[in-house]
């Protein structure tokens, strides 16, 4: 069983940066690709970054330039900081946390970007 826990959501200011951490525990456990999906009211849950234990990485299209992943294979962790926020940056920030051919999601984390 693998645990997926989130950290680091808030309200910021648009324009501003926040940083969110996750990590995968679970007893004899093998993390594959993590990542960072969001889910705005109303809307369906969207990938916003993913990346492989080779340290390849996908960003989707209204975030490239703004969001950057990175991740720890040793301590199974994976951070994704998030700068130029904007409003439509709003949402519930999911961790995912793979083994093969299991998904694995954390809680969830709120994000609100708002003047």
């Known amino acids: 069983q693998v645990q997926v826990v989130e950290s680091g959501g808030g309200l910021v200011q648009p324009g501003g940066s926040l940083r969110l951490s996750c990590v995968a525990s679970?007893?004899?456990?093998?993390?594959?690709?993590m990542g960072w999906y969001r889910q705005a009211p109303g809307m369906k849950r969207e990938m916003v970054a993913t990346?492989?234990?080779?340290?390849?990485?996908v960003i989707a299209e209204p975030v490239k330039g703004r969001f950057t992943i990175s991740r720890d294979n040793a301590k199974n962790t994976v951070v994704l900081q998030m700068n130029s926020l904007k409003p439509e940056d709003t949402a519930v920030y999911y961790c995912?946390?793979?083994?093969?051919?299991?998904?694995?999601w954390g809680q969830g984390t709120q994000v609100t970007v708002s003047s």
């Open positions: 995912l946390a793979s083994t093969p051919p299991y998904e694995n």
């Open positions: 679970g007893s004899r456990v093998r993390i594959g690709t």
């Open positions: 990346i492989t234990t080779g340290s390849k990485t």
